[in-house]
């Protein structure tokens, strides 16, 4: 069983690394194509001689032709290293902070959002997926139902700028917008309660995107799963209502659970840029954006968030997918589990 | 999936093709039994109803109210904003000039000069220059929906071409276009469109189809597009590789058809109700993202109005945070692109919902 994981598991990480190389570089030439002046960090291009810019091009790396820039970025990649940003930088002294570092602390407020989101999203839809399956046509259920047809057509960013609008601004329950640390730091603010009074609003509208989705995939696996005969033996030996519920059949939610987590996995991280900007997160939606708009194109930011949001959607993936066989029994335990394994890589990879 | 087969057999056997102009009971092409179950579904043919209005409002209708309220869209009301720059709430009747009175004495905001009339603003205004939101909320739709509704066409149309050439070719083409649409699902679409968005920048912006559509519209729908058609292609090359099988496939071979006449005019037909549905939802996707690429400044901009860029008016910018952080908040600015947004998007989706239960060939006719 072990070589098959493992070659799998190899398998995968080769053509994400090819991918990665792909999409870093892609970005490169896209970013040369633009018209640009990476000199306006450093001096006021408007007043600068041609010497002037040409020094600052010189310190920030640029006057180079692309395919050196290109090699020496994944030479420095390949070390840990993504350089450092263009804001911030100085012609004299320090030059701007470590991508590496701005991405880390960026990722930990989007993963903060998506975590949190996601769990509310699993303490809310499975008690609703429950009870929808276990009164089906019910007045709840059709209630619920009736509720995630709208909360579908709901746009993330209107979600969240009423409830930055009225909770926030209008009737001062939590605070409006910006970050505060989970770790206790020397800041105004900071520590478990201020982060989650931060992040409660970004959560909600995180968690009421997908709602409808899981809630109503939860309900019709449950409904599909009760009409089995193992759950009839259950019944017919005097199991009660409740366990019959909660440990025979929504166990066996979890395996499409996981599989549709795998496919969302993407627009959630474009959830998380309409949240972060709403709500003025420094998470990767955020730290691009800026990026972007600033004194002009940050370009080692820019990769950096590129090359770490490809790399953890493709571990994310590759981490769902060995959690998904590991969850399918027909999968792992059958004699033709390798080629199981080989399909999905040859589906996903 | 048997509509196409339907067609070409039911030719010889229906009467009205020979000239015999008596119709036979129970006969019924498959868009006129679509048509028939649409009309019992009521919430789909309520949506269906309300966007044929929507799209009466907006085309024909915003015109129409710009004559009757006697002010324009872009019309600056300087009396439709108090002290704070905020704007006026709805249904309120604005002094019709669009020059502040000079400022007399200490008296910080004078009134109006005498005599000036008044017009009515039906929804307020839209920020501190003072336009009529319910003006800029009709012109901003068009906007919305011209992109929305292009999008999902170009999507529609680059889906179909690769998925076609994906399942009936096989091989070579089907594995590159299934690695291209495997990455494309895999990466972050908002961020990518945002990067692009920014980086075309005015590549394409004052391209507007010999002035049918407003600057940078064109642009955003060929972006969007350009990041959407995988799922199109998906569902074609999916039918396709079911079909490619089939006997009627085979038959049409047998007597020589080419493959584009087969692939036209034995395999398109059997698409076209997925992609009529499919089609139905993108448009509410595409306008969606619409609102998010412009609501984060990578899409439509300033002179052009929007869904997007009404939204963004309290909110502010990425560098600039705007009003919502003051006290003088006015909710309706959210509120109204909002609920417009939202109406929109249910209507096509419930629309979508309604078509793929009518145009289904399984169901009760």
Sequence with gaps: ?349 | MSTGRARTSSAERDPARRGDSAPVAGFAGPWRIAWRRLRRDRIAFASGLFLVLLALALFPGAKLATVLLGHGPNDPYPYAVDASLRPVGPWTRVPDTHTLAPTAGDELNPPPPRGTPDTLFILGADGPLGHDLFLRSLYGGRVSLEVGVGAALIALIVGTGLGTIAGWLGGLADGAVSRLTDLMMALPVLLLLLMVGTGIGDGLRLWTCWGLLNDGVFQLMLLIGAFTWYYPARIVRAQMLSLRGREFVEGAVMIGASGYRIVTKHLLPHVVPSLVVYGTIMVATSVMLEVGVTFLGAGIAPPTTSWGSLLQAQWGSVLTPGGATSAHIQPFLTIVPGVAIFLTVLALNQLGEGLREALDPAGAR
Aim: a positive charge.
């Design chain 1, 1 to 349: 069983m072990i070589p098959s994981w493992l070659a799998f598991v190899v398998r995968r990480l080769a053509t994400a690394a090819i991918l990665l190389l792909l999409l870093t570089m892609v970005t490169f030439v896209a970013y040369w194509k633009i018209p640009n002046e990476p000199a306006a960090f450093l001096v006021d291009i408007r007043y600068a001689t041609p010497e002037q810019i040409a020094h600052a091009r010189h310190l920030l790396g640029v006057d180079r032709p692309l395919y050196v820039q290109y090699g020496r970025f994944v030479w420095r990649a390949l070390h840990g290293d993504l350089g450092r940003t263009f804001t911030g930088a100085r012609t004299t002294g320090p030059s701007g902070a470590p991508v590496a570092g701005q991405v880390v602390h960026a990722a930990a407020v989007t993963g903060s959002i998506a975590l949190g989101g996601a769990l509310l999203l699993f303490v809310v839809s499975v008690p609703i997926g429950l009870l929808g399956a276990s009164r089906p046509r019910s007045l709840a259920d059709r209630a619920t139902a009736a509720t995630s047809i709208v909360a579908i057509s709901l746009h993330p960013l209107v979600v969240a700028l009423l409830l930055q609008l009225f909770v926030a601004s209008r009737w001062h329950w939590l605070p409006q917008a910006g970050y505060c640390s989970l770790l206790p730091q020397a800041q105004p603010c900071s520590g478990p309660v201020g982060w989650a009074e931060h992040l409660l609003l970004p959560w909600v509208t995180f968690a009421l995107f997908f709602v409808a989705l899981y809630s109503r995939m939860i309900r019709a696996r449950l409904l599909e799963v009760l009409g089995e005969p193992y759950i009839r033996t259950a019944r017919a030996k005097g199991v009660p209502e409740r366990l019959v519920l909660l440990r025979h059949a929504l166990p066996n939610t979890a395996l499409p659970l996981v599989t549709m987590l795998a496919m969302d996995i993407g627009t959630a991280v474009g959830i998380c840029v309409y949240i972060e900007a709403v709500f003025r997160l420094p998470g990767l939606g955020l730290r691009t954006l800026i990026a972007m708009v600033g004194l002009g194109l940050d370009l080692p930011m820019l990769i950096g968030i590129t090359l770490f949001t490809g790399a953890a959607i493709v571990v994310l993936n590759l981490i769902v997918d060995v959690v998904a066989v590991m969850l399918d029994p027909t999968i792992s335990r059958s004699p033709r589990g390798r080629t199981a394994l080989l399909h999905l890589a040859g589906r996903t990879g």
